[in-house]
Structure formats: structure tokens, C-alpha cells
């Protein structure tokens, strides 16, 4: 039959009405053996994540100040939960220690690993699973990445049989300390726990049924996604689709385990299917996604195109300014290199007289306010009309296109429009395709 990992993300664990909803999924379904949980998200807006009240202790602690007031919140979800959920653990104890730990100095990966470390605990007691700390199975290499090795070390623990509970977000390193993926990273241990065992499927449970076709909180009701590539993933991830960790695409990528968005909520609905390849035939175009607070460094210089290394030059520079970019349209005479804003923070003027110095340029300009659109679908960039219906409703709604960036990617078409044209942008694409 082969077996389903399930990751639960923080909303899933928010209570213990919400973790009521996760035991009854398992049971539906013998094959979920392998759970992967994040540390409890919000229970509405306005509320804290738990993440981020133990990053925020780490922060006081390393400044000598108290952590009671933000700790004391930590606490309370925690007994909360353990209550709603009649819990056999002492937690009271379990927090003390973790207390205990951030006032003496522990590092800011190990705290911000107990919100997972806890709360798969507090999980495996309430299913009677067997609870496997990630720090002894996730293994990272000293350059961050993860190390082989876990694939092993996972595969002897998890067993035939049983169910088990896994705390997402962190591993250990050589040296056996803790160490964190970046921010939803819990993604990407259940994606390691996929591979490791050849899930037949890799279950992603969330607040949502599956992923929308552009941006909630700008088109209003997007609609979902049925199905869609691995590629189309990760750009629409990548331009700020975050229901989905990016990097969690790989591990299960190669072995082909498709990767299943599911709503806690709403378990009947059938989400969306990450896959290999799609059929077309449901439209080309997948998904329209964008972010805002880009700027834009423009370069112009007559005879650009016959100047042997320019390129190389320019970038050179910007390595030297540790600037990193995500795309770099031209030109003949022009080059543009399109930079997220924090990236030039308080080097904006030294980095232009550089350009104009080193490459004698006849014209460096830096615009910021930009927002970048992409229109991503497998194979959209290579049908004739696509680009044109794209370009014609941003015309009909007044939007003035900045930058046009193709690539050679033939999977998205991106815009680059002022930010204040940004969500009549998206609006307007998401109406021309959808
Ligand atoms: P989890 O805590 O389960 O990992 P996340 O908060 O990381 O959940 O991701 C789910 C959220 O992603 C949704 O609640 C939604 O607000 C947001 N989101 C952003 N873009 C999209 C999109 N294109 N489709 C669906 N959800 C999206
Ligand atoms: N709890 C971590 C975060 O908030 C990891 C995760 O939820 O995946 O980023
Ligand atoms: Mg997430």
C-alpha cells in the first residue's frame, strides 16, 4: 500500500481542538504513520506564533533582560493545550527546563527548537505514537546542508510498523548542536521523512484547501489549484506563494512522491497535487503570484554588447557589495538588475559610484518601489497569445509595464510594474487567465 507523511503545519497545533482534528485524520487512514509537526501558529490574527515568542525570549536573554513576560505566554498555550488534550506528560516540568535553558545562554537554534520539540511530545502522547527527536536522526553538515547520513539514521528508526511523531524545523549538527532550517522549515523535514521511508504520498497539512491560484489577501476567492508540477511550485513559491517551504520540493522531487496540500479544517477536500507532470488540458497558466519592495539598478553604456566581460564586471561588483539579485534583464546598450531592497540598504551610494567608475558607464540609476509579477504555467512562455493576453490586460486596466523578464525558463512570464500598480496588476492578470 505504501505509507503516507503527514506534516502538520502550526495552525493544525494551535489547540487542542485543532490537535483533536489531526487524531482524527490519522485514524482515518492506517497508512499516516509518519507525523511531522510545527510549533503552534496563531489561533486567529491577532495571535502570537510560538516561534516567535521563544526567538523573542532568545533575544532577551541575550541582552541579561527578563524573559518571564514573553515566556509566561509560551507557558500558558503550552499547559493549555496539554489540558484540552488530557496529557500524561509534566509539562510544568518540561517548560521549567526549557526556561531554564534560555536564561543560561542557550543558542538561538536550540530555542526556537523547542517549539516543535514540545509539541510533537505533547502530540505522540495524546496518539500514543512513538515520539523520535529530530536532533538525533536530521543531520546537517557544517556548510548547513543535511547530510546523507539522515536518510540511514531515519530508516532504522522508523519502523514497519507503529505510528510515529517527528518534530519538524530542526536537526543537529556534527557536533551534535541544534540547528534550524530557515523560517517553515518544517516542511522540509517532512519532505526529508517522505524520502526516507518512500512515502506514497507526502501529506502537507495546513489552514487551506491546497494552493490558490494567486494571492488571498489581494484577489479576492482565488480559486485552487488541482494540480501542479514540482517546477511550477517552486517558482510560485519563490515569488511569494509561502504556503509551501521551497526547498522542501527536493528531497521528494527525485523519487517522484507527490506532495499533497490539505486543509486541517477541511479534510474531505482534495487540495492540491504537487506532481511530476500535469495535463494541461485544466489551462496553462497555474498561478499568478508577486511581491513587492524591489529596486531596480540600471545601466546604460553605448557599445555595451561588444564589450568582452561586462557582464562578469558588473556582478563582480555587486558580489563585492554583497549584493545578491534575482533577475537581470538587457539590452544592447542597457542592463538592468533587479534587487530586493533590504539588499542595498545604506550602500546605495557608494555601490553607484563603483558601477560608474569601474565599468564607465555613461548612465547608473537606482529606482526602488517595484513590485515584480509572475505568471507561471508549464510551457506557457512558448504559446503564441499568452504574453499577449498577459500585456493587454494590464494596458486595459492603465498599468505601465517596467520590466519584461522571459528568461529561458519557458515556465513564467515576470512583470516588473510600480508598486503602486501592484494589486490592480495581479487583479488584472488573475481576471485574464482564470
Ligand atoms: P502552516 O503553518 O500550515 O505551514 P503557512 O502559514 O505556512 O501554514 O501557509 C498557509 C498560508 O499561506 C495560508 O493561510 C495563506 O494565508 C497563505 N498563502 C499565501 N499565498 C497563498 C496561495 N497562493 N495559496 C494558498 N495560501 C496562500
Ligand atoms: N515553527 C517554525 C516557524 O514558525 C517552523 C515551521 O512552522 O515550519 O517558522
Ligand atoms: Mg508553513
Not at 21 to 45: E, Q
Not at 101 to 113: H, W
Not at 309 to 317: A, K, M, Q, S, V
Request: charged content about 25%.
Amino acid at each position: 500500500m505504501g505509507s503516507v507523511v503527514c506534516k502538520f503545519g502550526g495552525s493544525s497545533v494551535a489547540d487542542a481542538d485543532q490537535i483533536k482534528k489531526i487524531g482524527s485524520i490519522i485514524r482515518s487512514d492506517t497508512n499516516r504513520r509518519f507525523i511531522v509537526v510545527s510549533a503552534p501558529g496563531k489561533r486567529h490574527k491577532d495571535d502570537q506564533k510560538i516561534t516567535d515568542l521563544l526567538y523573542l525570549c532568545h533575544e532577551l536573554a541575550a541582552q541579561g533582560l527578563d524573559i518571564s513576560e514573553p515566556f509566561h505566554i509560551v507557558r500558558e498555550r503550552y499547559l493549555e493545550i496539554a489540558c484540552g488534550l488530557k496529557n500524561s506528560l509534566d509539562m510544568q516540568a518540561l517548560l521549567k527546563k526549557v526556561e531554564q535553558r534560555i536564561i543560561s545562554g542557550a543558542s538561538m537554534d536550540y530555542v526556537a527548537s523547542r517549539g516543535e520539540h514540545l509539541c510533537a511530545l505533547l502530540l505522540a502522547d495524546y496518539l500514543g505514537a512513538a515520539f523520535i527527536d529530530a536532533a538525533e536522526v536530521i543531520k546537517f553538515l557544517n556548510n548547513s546542508r543535511v547530510d546523507d547520513i539522515t536518510y540511514t539514521l531515519l530508516k532504522e528508526r522508523l519502523g514497519e510498523e507503529g505510528l510515529y511523531v517527528i518534530p519538524g524545523f530542526y536537526g543537529s549538527t556534527e557536533k551534535n548542536e541544534i540547528r534550524t532550517f530557515s523560517r517553515g522549515g518544517s516542511d522540509i523535514t517532512g519532505a526529508i521523512v517522505a524520502k526516507a521511508v518512500s512515502a506514497k504520498v507526502y501529506e502537507n497539512w495546513t489552514d487551506v484547501s491546497g494552493f490558490l491560484m494567486s494571492d488571498p489577501r489581494i484577489v479576492s476567492n482565488p480559486k485552487p489549484m488541482r494540480e501542479v508540477t514540482y517546477r511550477e511550485i517552486r517558482e510560485l513559491a519563490y515569488m511569494g506563494a509561502n504556503v509551501f517551504h521551497e526547498e522542501a520540493i527536493f528531497p521528494v522531487h527525485g523519487l517522484n512522491i507527490p506532495i499533497n496540500i490539505r486543509n486541517t479544517n477541511s479534510p474531505d477536500d482534495p487540495g492540491t497535487m504537487i506532481v511530476d507532470k500535469r495535463d494541461t488540458g485544466g489551462g496553462i497558466v497555474v498561478g499568478i503570484v508577486g511581491k513587492t519592495n524591489f529596486s531596480l539598478i540600471f545601466i546604460e553604456k553605448l557599445l555595451m554588447n561588444r564589450e568582452l566581460g561586462f557582464g562578469r564586471r558588473l556582478f563582480e561588483i555587486l558580489e563585492s557589495h554583497g549584493i545578491s539579485f534575482e533577475h537581470a534583464p538587457s539590452g544592447i546598450d542597457t542592463m538592468s538588475v533587479i534587487v530586493r531592497d533590504d539588499q542595498l540598504k545604506g550602500k546605495k551610494r557608494v555601490l553607484i559610484e563603483d558601477l560608474k567608475k569601474i565599468l564607465n558607464a555613461d548612465r547608473v540609476e537606482i529606482e526602488n518601489g517595484f513590485a515584480l509579477i509572475t505568471t507561471v504555467g508549464e510551457g506557457m512562455a512558448y504559446r503564441p497569445g499568452i504574453a499577449a493576453r498577459l500585456f493587454t490586460a494590464l494596458a486595459e486596466v492603465n498599468v505601465n509595464i517596467r520590466i519584461i523578464d522571459q528568461g529561458s525558463s519557458e515556465i513564467n512570464i515576470i512583470v516588473g510594474v510600480e508598486a503602486k500598480d501592484y494589486e490592480r496588476a495581479l487583479n488584472a492578470i488573475y481576471q485574464a487567465f482564470c
